[in-house]
């Protein structure tokens, strides 16, 4: 009997394994079928993040993101993917007014998606909503230091750690949820030697994601847009890894000249007749 190749999905439980074995993970986000494609090919995860709002909506924030603008895309990510583990990011006010809410409406993101685990922004405040989550089935990727739900009472989105007990805040914030059983953690804009004491800290089991932190973390992420070097404003933990807005400009200047020109369409791309 020929051996089948099984390739699975990676699921939220290989995660801690990748973190225990020091082999580093990879992640960015995506939030349609065509990226999704080509990210699959190289992340461990992909997020279908709250950003959407921002990147592709032009909002000034991710509060007006809505759990249907979430369910929507990351029905878009599945179809895109086969091999990365899909993580879908709850909005702002759909978990954080009780444990059961968030139950009910994790519980609809991942019977309306089929992705794998979903993320919500918080600390040790929410470390019983992520035990609540775990222990129904629903695996949870925590989000601490600059949590951009909290752009309202963080007075802008400010980079974390500088104050006097904030190493000692953001620690106990990546144990209670690590506790409570979430299986990663997102570390978003904390200043380096801050985030680096969290991210080796022996006692957090869950695997630790960097955005604006520290290479020092399990793994690291990036807005996909932001990296593609499509983004028109971005934070200073970006790196560019491409031009795609000077490339797509270009394209369409070309465009407009050929069709102005009347060069376009030329005959290949119109139906002679039979
Ligand atoms: N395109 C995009 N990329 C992101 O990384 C991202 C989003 N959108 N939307 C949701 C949040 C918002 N994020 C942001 C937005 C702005 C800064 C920013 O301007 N930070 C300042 C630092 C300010 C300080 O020093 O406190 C910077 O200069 O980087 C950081 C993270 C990260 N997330
Ligand atoms: C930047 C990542 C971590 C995120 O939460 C998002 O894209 O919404
Ligand atoms: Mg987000």
Redo the contacts with the bound molecule.
């Keep these: 009997m020929s051996q089948v190749v099984q390739t699975r999905r990676l699921q939220a439980v290989d995660l801690i394994k990748r973190k225990a074995e020091g082999r580093k993970i990879i992640a960015l986000t995506a939030y349609h079928a065509h990226t999704a494609r080509i990210v699959d090919a190289y992340c461990d995860f992909v997020l279908v993040g709250d950003?959407l709002g921002?990147?592709m909506h032009g909002m000034e924030s991710?509060l007006p993101v809505t759990l249907e603008m979430m369910i929507l895309q990351a029905q878009a990510v599945m179809r895109g993917t086969s091999r990365a583990l899909v993580v879908v990011d709850m909005p702002f006010g759909s978990y954080e007014a009780s444990r059961e809410q968030a139950f009910l409406n994790a519980a609809r993101v991942l019977k309306e998606t089929g992705a794998g685990a979903v993320k919500l922004e918080g600390g040790a405040r929410f470390a019983e909503t992520v035990a609540f989550l775990t222990e129904r089935g629903v695996p949870v990727m925590g989000h601490i230091g600059?949590t951009?739900q909290s752009v309202n009472t963080m007075g802008g989105?400010?980079?974390q750690g500088h104050g006097a007990g904030d190493e000692d805040r953001l620690r106990a914030d990546a144990r209670a949820i690590s506790d409570a059983g979430a299986f990663s953690i997102v570390m978003?804009?904390i200043v380096e030697p801050v985030a680096r004491a969290i991210a080796t800290d022996p006692a957090i089991r869950a695997a630790t994601i960097g955005?604006?932190a520290t290479a020092a973390c399990d793994g690291q992420i990036l807005?996909l847009?932001?990296m593609l070097g499509l983004?028109d404003r971005?934070?200073?933990?970006?790196k560019s890894f491409g031009s795609l807005r000077a490339h797509i400009e270009e394209a369409v200047r070309a465009y407009a000249d050929e069709v102005q020109a009347g060069r376009f369409p030329a005959d290949g791309h119109t139906y002679p007749p039979r």
Excluded: H, N, Y
């Design positions: 950003s921002m990147v991710t600059l951009p989105f400010k980079v978003e804009g955005i604006g807005v847009e932001d983004s971005v934070p200073r933990f970006v």
